[in-house]
């Protein structure tokens, strides 16, 4: 094992990235591909006009009724397209660190990969494709850095009140713009829900306690009880006779946050290098460049 760790790979041209974008032009291009952080598309998100057959992918009704009982109906296109490249990146041998990697540094026209258990691999290169520079360190200096509001997703359990025919709330304010509800994955009772919500926050407002887990789950709780929903029924309501319209007493509804997403909106422009490429491509623009390879992992796309 150490003898390999003292060998010396080449590739002409590598892509470094763990998106969707990442990953087609991966795959368009027939390309190696390396990445510290796999970067799914986020799974409730939804690409209009996704063409599988275009890149030459194919599947199977089981395949669809999969990703639609995973996601309460609904196909999960994106999803798919991200995991179904990937595999196939992997199995042409496009993928060789898989998603070992968790440092990637950059000397001269080397770049040292270190992985698990303090082991290191070394490939030279010619030209780096760069989509996503996080932890990526030899990177030439920065010229600018545009600095967006990030898009947060907090994700909630609801301990109380999960039965209900609600699919969304909106909200005009930049935080909890959205709660939407979803059939829970801590049950196989698809009638229950659990939430999430999107907000738009700046680089100051994350670290703020205004605009933090705690203080979502307040405002969440009002726009929830301004719909009218509430908790878990509590017995008969002694103030009222059995035929009333209100016989019963209901808990209030209970949530619970369990983890915070956030999806950075900064962008870090750098000094050219002949050495780099540095792309930005937005998941929309990456497809309509995209299109079945060549060679090998074309013949791959059509068997698997």
Known sequence: MREL???????DTLVIGGSLPAFL????????????????????????????????LQYSYNEKLLYSE????????????????????GLAGLMPLSSFAESIRIQDNQIKIATERQRTTKINFNKLVIFDDEKVSGLTPTTKEEKGKNRVIDWFSVRS????????L????????????????????RKLKDLYTESYLTDEQLTDFDYSETMARFKILKMMKAEGMRGERNGRNPKYPENSSVPYKYYAVKIEPSERVIYSATKRLYKPDPRFEFRYDTIEESLANAKKPEGYLGKLSEKF
């Open 170 to 189: 909106v909200d005009g304010d930049d935080f909890i713009n959205k709660v939407i509800f979803y059939p829970t994955k801590r049950s196989e009772n």
């Open 5 to 11: 760790e003292k060998h010396v790979y080449f590739h």
């Open 161 to 168: 009140g999960c039965n209900h025919d609600v699919d969304h």
């Open 70 to 89: 995973r996601y309460g109906g609904k196909e999960k296109r994106h999803l798919r397209l991200w995991e179904r490249i990937g595999f196939l990146l």
């Open 25 to 56: 032009y991966a795959y368009t291009n027939s390309l190696p591909i390396i990445f510290v952080d796999g970067k799914p598309p986020f799974e409730f998100d939804e690409v209009e006009d996704l063409d599988f057959e275009g890149l030459g």
